[in-house]
């Protein structure tokens, strides 16, 4: 069974300072990782994707993630965090051996002050 | 081109009843997903349909069904409704065999 674990709940951020979110995962075979947003009363978008090839991802709205096969990690970044990022952020892995199902984080909700 | 459409946005029933929710993937898109995102209990996935036949389903009764139709839209029904059943659903497309999902705006299901 798969799981992902988003080891922070809350980032409270100033805006223009950079930010970390962290993931990690378990699986027993290759996955494809996926960072989704969801702002608020809405669905979820897709900010970045790892299928395979480079570890570094570049996402959306200035978003980029490593991939770390060692570490079972998939940090998301972003240099310089606008109030405009105020969201929740979720992390998912998905389940090739099951149609590609997503399993998701609990989610890190991103606060971002002037 | 348009992105995959929920309807309704949001849904009130009452204990006991039956919900029906719609979802329309991206065109070209044959599969579904629907997920539940209940307050506390994080996303969750419900089924999954592709080629209007149940693929797969995640750790959910029976009362929660669903089909699948030509055009490959989708209906989730929820029977017997409880008050944990209040929660946004989610549904998501991809290709056949595709790896990425992608999301609708949800329904909102509030059980009183």
């Known amino acids: 069974a798969q799981s992902v674990t988003q080891l922070d709940s809350q980032v409270p951020v100033f805006e223009e300072a950079p930010v970390e979110l962290r993931c990690n995962y378990s699986?027993?075979?290759?996955?494809?990782l996926f960072w989704y947003v969801q702002y608020p009363n809405q669905g979820l978008q897709l900010l970045l994707k790892?299928?395979?090839?480079?570890?570094l991802v570049k996402g959306i709205n200035g978003f980029e993630a490593e991939f770390n096969k060692s570490q079972t990690s998939f940090h998301l970044r972003k240099p310089s965090v606008h109030i405009s990022d105020t969201a929740e952020y979720f992390c998912?892995?998905?389940?090739?051996?099951?149609?590609?199902?997503?399993?998701f984080g609990g989610g890190t909700r991103v606060l971002v002050k002037p | 081109e348009a992105g995959v459409t929920q309807s309704p946005t949001h849904l009130i029933k009452t204990r006991g009843q039956q919900a029906t929710l719609r979802c329309s993937p991206i065109?070209?898109?044959?599969?579904v997903y629907w997920y539940q995102q209940a307050l506390g209990l994080g996303l969750q996935f419900l089924l999954w349909y592709d080629e209007g036949e149940e693929r797969n389903r995640g750790n959910f009764p029976p009362r929660f069904s669903g089909r699948q139709f030509p055009n490959y839209s989708s209906e989730l029904n929820v029977n017997a409704l409880e008050l944990e059943d209040s929660a946004l659903y989610l549904c998501?497309?991809?290709?056949?065999?595709?790896?990425?999902?992608?999301f609708g705006p949800g329904t909102r299901l509030l059980v009183l």
């Open positions: 699986s027993s075979v290759s996955v494809y």
């Open positions: 790892y299928l395979s090839g480079s570890t």
């Open positions: 065109s070209g898109h044959t599969s």
């Open positions: 998501a497309s991809s290709t056949w065999g595709g790896e990425t999902q992608y």
């Open positions: 998912a892995v998905s389940d090739q051996a099951a149609g590609n199902k997503l399993t």
